[in-house]
């Protein structure tokens, strides 16, 4: 019987384990293995670091080694979140330093970290390994200089996408000369220059690196030198290519890309010049991802240099590749699993490219493994939006953002309902979804119906009524993540379904019609939620309790109202009374 | 009745701009009734100019279209250089009593004597010697550029980089009134 294996046996095997929901199943079968369980999980994800406090991340998993923490809901990507809301890293620092003195990982997306918290970080952990800063914020390059400085066997440092407060480009220099543990490293995202022999340096003495990426300051001219000392890069991203082109810059990025036998991934590419692109053509059969989406060319020379990447696997590009340029990547590039496609000039009223609906349909025609789409376009219809979806039933991902809220279908008129529901009804493996265009409650029936994997949802300006909300909730089993910004969606809806709030990560809405009233109805409701108003017209009670709240953040928690809120957050409590911070 | 009643008012009511624009900024609705977006009041100044300046920019809805900040920096930066770049600097060009008029890229010249000798040549007339004091000598036109500021300028004042980032268009201007200019 299975209760007599003695514990190590077990231990071994649960070390081979490495999904959280088999650990986590794991952890239900009987108190003895939750024991054995918990002393030997050695990584932690936490998708909300107000779900959960660490010192109750501490006291069940005493040997983490790896830690990856989320903070603010995804919208603070596009302003909405106010400054100050939260997500502060120092606590979760500060308690791990005190409890898991061999951490070797933190990965953090979307929070507060200041230059103190780096310096914890840096001076606690003696095996520290791995820090991954994505979409942080908070810190400056002191920060980044007591990291350099202190942690000895750093392997990765990635700042994907950071905003960093960049004092100067001297924390590179302060990696110590003995220090040749890097296998990563991403700062693409500062803008600084650093020093360069410094950089070089540093390269040429890590035989292990394998993902560079440089930020803008290091001009083209210099490249050639960084690729001759790292010719096993098999990640890496250019700085500004913008010098003018010459002879003997150009002949010497051909010289050190074709020493790279490597090279599976290449960014940067920012203000490019169309000229320097051939330079990369002798390592395009290997290319896996491309990241143009800050390369302004156009789309003829888009297509000569994809047209060699007969294994491209992912793209991001702006749209100034426009139909004709997908077209041929539907032709050339039948390994194709992601794309993503930019708006150059989303502001502008007119279109500035070519770049319409008939360039996501044949993609999806010509890239059988084609399953995660994000696209920016200015029309769009339902008969394409259904010939996607009959083209590609194993879409995973489908991001569609028609510029123009509430644009309806360009040929017909009509909502794009059908367009949209045609996505559900065939992609039935589809996890998350973002739409746009002019919505009905009718696309959430069929959403409700038919969307049964989808976990995560993004809404903007859809929706006549809380019938699209309610169906959205009762409907989609799998939803964790829901966001809606401007839809007409209120009480009803959100008070009906109060129980599945529950079994979601969180429910963000602004700009909505859900009242104050019903906000700390839900809060008595469910004990097992954090609803936050936040509002910076002042104290909702100020205001009728019918009035609508600008935004509200709803989560579940075991950690109960946080303790950080600024002045503009109320936590709808059990007793029906506001809490302050 | 009323509707026509509507519709003389309309046509007679005193307000900013050309006859027949629209002002859509009077209309107030909540943002998630089914509206188009607002144009910005500011934008009824450039309703003279729509044909000749790029397609004004609506009134922005906070974070949508749902780029991120550092994606729209860089964007806004490179647009600037890329249309000037790559598109060219094209600007209209009308010489006094020409019965049409006519276009050019100016950041296809490189200094002053190359830009006047392409415009001497479309429009066959002559412009005469330029200097700080006097202006142009020697003939009965003048070049100007209207600037950033909406301002008519004599062409050859500012250094030629300055000249072809701020010039919007280019005027030859004919007869008393170069003269006024040149009794300044």
């Known amino acids: 019987m299975v209760y007599s294996f003695p514990e190590e046996v077990l231990e071994y095997v649960f070390a081979f384990l490495s999904s959280d929901k088999d650990r986590n199943a794991v952890s239900l079968v009987c108190k003895s293995w939750y024991e054995i369980e918990r002393w030997c999980r050695r990584r932690v994800f936490i998708g909300n670091c107000y779900a959960v406090s660490p010192q109750i991340m501490i006291r069940r998993f005493p040997e983490v080694r790896a830690v990856k923490i989320k903070g603010k809901p995804h919208f603070a990507d596009f302003n909405l979140v106010p400054e100050r809301w939260g997500a502060y890293v120092y606590p979760w620092i500060s308690a791990m330093a005190r409890s898991y003195p061999w951490l070797e990982e933190i990965k953090l997306k979307r929070m507060v970290v200041t230059d103190e918290s780096l310096e914890l970080i840096s001076k606690s952990f003696k095996n520290f390994k791995v820090l991954s800063l994505s979409s942080c914020e908070g810190f400056t390059t002191d920060g980044l200089s007591s990291i350099a400085a202190n942690c000895r066997n750093l392997r990765e440092l990635d700042l994907r996408e950071s905003e960093v407060e960049d004092l100067s480009g001297h924390w590179l220099s302060h990696f110590p000369d003995n220090f040749t543990s890097l296998v990563s490293l991403n700062m693409s995202c500062l803008g600084s220059e650093v020093s360069f022999s410094a950089l070089e340096r540093l390269i040429s003495r890590c035989p292990n690196l394998k993902t560079l990426r440089l930020n803008r300051a290091v001009p083209v001219e210099k490249l050639a030198s960084l690729l001759r000392r790292a010719p096993q890069l098999v990640e890496f991203g250019t700085g500004a290519c913008s010098t003018e082109i010459r002879t003997d810059i150009f002949s010497n990025l051909v010289e050190a890309f074709s020493g790279c036998k490597h090279l599976e991934s290449l960014s940067g590419f920012w203000d490019v010049v169309p000229a320097y692109l051939p330079a990369m053509y002798c390592v395009c059969s290997r290319i896996t991802k491309l990241n143009l989406s800050y390369a302004t060319v156009q789309s003829p020379d888009l297509v000569e240099l994809i047209s060699q ?88 991902r489908f991001r569609l953002c028609i510029i123009e809220p509430q644009a309806p279908d360009y040929l017909t008129l009509e909502p794009l309902d059908t367009g949209f529901g045609a996505i559900v009804e065939h992609c039935k493996e589809l996890r998350r979804l973002s739409l746009s265009g002019l919505l009905t409650d009718r696309v959430f029936e069929y959403i409700g119906t038919h969307a049964k994997k989808l976990e995560m949802l993004s809404l903007a300006f859809a929706g006549d ?72 017209r002042g104290p909702p009670d100020s205001r009728p309790e019918s009035i609508s709240v600008e935004k509200l953040y709803v989560y579940r928690t075991v950690a109960g109202p946080r303790a950080d809120k600024p002045d503009f957050v109320w936590t709808m409590d059990e007793d029906g009374a506001l809490r302050f911070s | 009745m009323a509707y026509e009643n509507d519709m003389n008012l309309k046509a007679t009511e005193l307000r900013l701009g050309l006859p027949g624009t629209i002002d859509e900024s009077q209309i107030k609705e909540p943002s998630f009734l089914k509206s188009n977006n607002k144009r910005s009041s500011g934008d009824m100044d450039n309703s003279a100019n729509e044909d000749e300046c790029s397609p004004v920019p609506k009134a922005q809805v906070v974070g949508w279209p749902p780029v991120r900040s550092y994606r729209k920096n860089v964007l806004q930066q490179q647009k600037k250089n890329f249309d000037s770049d790559v598109l060219g600097m094209y600007v209209k060009v009308s010489m006094d009593g020409a019965p049409y008029l006519r276009k050019i890229d100016i950041k296809v010249y490189k200094n002053y004597p190359d830009l006047l000798v392409a415009l001497e040549n479309m429009f066959k007339f002559s412009i005469g010697v330029y200097s700080e004091r006097e202006g142009y000598n020697g003939s009965e036109y003048a070049p100007t550029y209207e600037d950033k500021d909406g301002d008519w300028m004599l062409v050859g004042d500012v250094p030629w980089d300055m000249f072809v980032n701020s010039c919007k268009r280019l005027r030859i201007m004919k007869g008393s009134e170069v003269k006024g200019l040149g009794c300044l």
Request: net charge neutral.
């Open chain 1, 309 to 396: 990447c007969s294994n491209l696997k992912c793209l991001w590009v702006l749209d100034y590749i426009e139909d004709a340029g997908l077209k041929a990547l539907s032709s050339y590039c039948k390994d194709l699993q992601e794309l993503r496609v930019f708006p150059s000039d989303p502001y502008s009223a007119e279109p500035n490219v070519s770049l319409t609906e008939q360039g996501l349909v044949t993609v999806s025609a010509g890239c059988p493994k084609l399953q995660s789409v994000l696209y920016f376009c200015r029309q769009m219809s339902n008969a394409a939006l259904i010939a996607i979806a009959r083209n590609r039933p194993n879409l995973l």
């Open chain 1, 465 to 536: 009524s809380d019938l699209g909300l309610h169906h959205v909730l009762s409907g989609c089993e799998s939803l964790r993540k829901l966001e809606i910004r401007d839809c007409p969606f209120g009480d009803r809806a959100l008070l009906a379904n109060a129980a599945k709030l529950e079994t979601m990560r969180s429910l963000w809405m602004s700009s909505c019609s859900v009242s104050y009233g019903a906000c700390k109805l839900l809060g008595q409701k469910m004990p097992n939620l954090n609803v936050e108003v936040i509002d910076e």
